[in-house]
């Protein structure tokens, strides 16, 4: 019970946004230092802000469980240096090693901090899709790491996974039993939630946002996304949702935020189709429901145009 007692408080406290907030922790090129949500489990919360030099470039959350064996981090960071100071703040916490790092999906933020982790001779995991994904996409994700990030870049190259899975690894590690857990089509290619059943707990990853606006990308298909959300996502049940950006918080929060956006910006724009609606009109559908989230600024016409674009073929 402790452990949900502690959660139980966190969840209730208030979870600001922090996009005017240019770093939280100028100790470290983290944005924010871990904190602890359930016993074993932290994560050090990003920016909600687009990756910045201020941020350097930590605009997702790095999380890691401290298992009693070992230590198995989700997301290798978004450069080689983030990859080293997560590191550090680990062996404040423990001397036991990390002995495996997940990549939640193919994007820079997810896998960009690789190298740094194989240095150490850690074994690097992705979704076979988001390994793919990186293949691809990771050299323009390094240039813009490069370009905006500049000396914060430095040491960061592109390291493959050295495993690749389908639908599911399954760790059992010290005193936790882990899922790591294609559930089918999201955000991005090859998104991946980690699912502590025994803590009821799901690590969600880019399946799942709050506190900041989703963004919507070219191969983002809204209505797969939903279904895995509908499906394989809720019925996980879980109580605690650590999501790929935001603070710790439950499911009733982002599934206002994601699944109830994504159907929202899909009946407006299902709507104006039906009316004979243009592109050029479909970037000012009333989103301003939603105005309070961070990015909004930055995403809402391109999600918009981009659902537009979609919804026209489906």
């Not at 036991?96 to 990549?103: A, D, G, I, R, W």
């Not at 690789?114 to 690097?124: M, S």
């Not at 991005?188 to 709050?210: N, R, T, Y």
Request: with cysteine; charged share 20%.
């Amino acid at each position: 019970m402790k452990h949900l007692c502690f959660a139980l408080t966190l969840i209730a406290l208030p979870a600001f946004g922090s996009e005017d907030i240019a770093d939280q922790y100028p100790n470290s090129v983290l944005y924010s230092k871990p904190v602890e949500f359930i016993p074993g489990v932290f994560s050090a919360i990003g920016a909600t802000a687009p990756p910045t030099y201020e941020n350097a470039g930590h605009n997702n959350n790095l999380s890691f469980i401290v298992t009693g064996d070992g230590v198995v981090v989700i997301n290798s960071g978004g450069s080689y240096q983030l990859a080293k100071a997560l590191h550090d703040e680990i062996k404040v916490l423990t001397d036991q090693p990390v002995k495996l790092v997940l990549n939640e999906n193919g994007q820079g933020h997810a896998m960009l901090g690789n190298t740094y982790w194989a240095e150490q001779g850690v074994k690097i995991v992705a979704q076979t899709e988001g390994a793919d994904a990186f293949e691809e996409d990771g050299p323009g994700s390094l240039r813009a790491a490069q370009a905006g990030l500049k000396e914060r870049a430095d040491g960061t190259e592109l390291t493959p996974p050295t495993e690749t899975f389908e639908d599911e690894y399954i760790i059992d590690m010290g005193d936790f039993h882990i899922e790591a857990l294609h559930l089918g089509p999201a955000h991005s290619p090859g998104d991946i939630v980690v699912w502590l059943p025994e803590q009821s707990l799901v690590i969600a990853g880019d399946v799942a946002f709050h506190e900041r606006m989703l963004p919507i990308f070219p191969d983002t298909n809204t209505a797969d996304w939903l279904e895995t959300w509908d499906g394989p996502f809720e019925a996980l049940g879980a109580t605690y949702v650590i999501p790929g950006h935001g603070h710790p918080t439950n499911m009733a929060q982002v599934r206002r935020y994601t699944k109830g956006y994504l159907e929202d910006l899909r009946g407006k724009i299902g709507a104006h189709l039906e009316a004979g609606g243009s592109l050029a009109d479909a970037y000012y559908v009333d989103q301003s429901a939603y105005a309070n989230l961070d990015t909004f600024e930055e995403l809402a016409t391109k999600n918009a145009g981009r659902v537009f674009e979609q919804m026209e073929f489906e």
